[in-house]
């Protein structure tokens, strides 16, 4: 496994001479490693990184932990030793999330760069979980992983595709429950015009309403599977990078890592082209970087409250606040 640069937690995983993380610890970023990984692991009740409590091992924290260590059979103290983090790593997650966690040390990929900024993304969005779904409650069909590839756009389409090109025996075991033909056709009804559905988000095929089990079950188990994970990684890492080339050439002011991450959030939800036409109605010579953060997050905000309402658009404000004042980004220069 990679390390995860968290001191505390690859000195106890190499078996350091370190005290487990406790009640008492103070070290927050390896207490929000661990929250993360039990909530992977279907512990709920658990602060994402949105959350003030965040990194505070706090009662429900020991709750979750000494639930784990019963479940896996491990000594029962609601301390995190050497033995029950690496269970945590090792024992297959039910609903994983995208934490820097669990990308190093159980995807075995480095942290930094694009791949920090498109997990603190996916965390704002969606709690950064792999198999997280919208039933099409924004008009675009299913919306489905990291960056909610959507049906409508036929964004969808093309993660099922990478899912079959790249693991297709897979694929077919899980999306098909072992029969080509079904796979073959739910690739067909995702490519259509609209993804499949009619102009509300609605199937157009009974067979394949995906929004509906078997479908959801199907979705949500190769959400739970290392090959699709990591197929999902690469894929939000590729849009993530040609939304930047966008940044990059439409708006080279916005330089630091929590500008580039609001504009990355910014256009996986609108687009390049309408991030790029957000950029550039707001845009006023001399305005601070916080400034033109603040001002496209309420042309945004306008614009998702005209078209999806106040409930989607309440929420998206939320999200982008998030990005302009997190902890978790920062004001310096982003390296890719």
Known sequence: MAKCGITRIDNILDGSAVPPITRSDGNSDAVGVVQELLSGHGFRQLPGIRDSLYGRFGPRTEECVSGFQQRCGLKVSGEVDRPTLEALVRTPAVDPLASRGYLTLVLDLAFGGTMKVMSV?????????????????????????????????????????????REHAGFVKIFGDGD???????????SLQRGGTDPLGETLD??????REPWLGRFRESARQLAFQKIQVDLALAAFRKSFEMVATSAPELKSERAIAFMLDLANQHGDTGAESIYKKVKVQGAS???ALAAMQDESVRRIRAQHGDEIADATKSRREAFRTSPLLSDTPFNP
């Open 121 to 165: 993304t996916t965390q704002f969005e969606g709690a950064g979980r792999f198999g997280a779904v919208n039933r099409n409650t924004d008009k675009a069909g299913l919306s489905f992983g990291l960056i909610q590839w959507a049906q409508k756009p036929l964004r969808l389409h093309e993660l099922l595709d990478a899912f079959d090109r």
């Open 180 to 190: 080509e033909n079904v796979t073959r056709g739910l690739l067909k009804h995702v």
């Open 206 to 211: 009974p067979q394949f309403d995906l929004v």
């Open 289 to 291: 970087e916080a400034q």
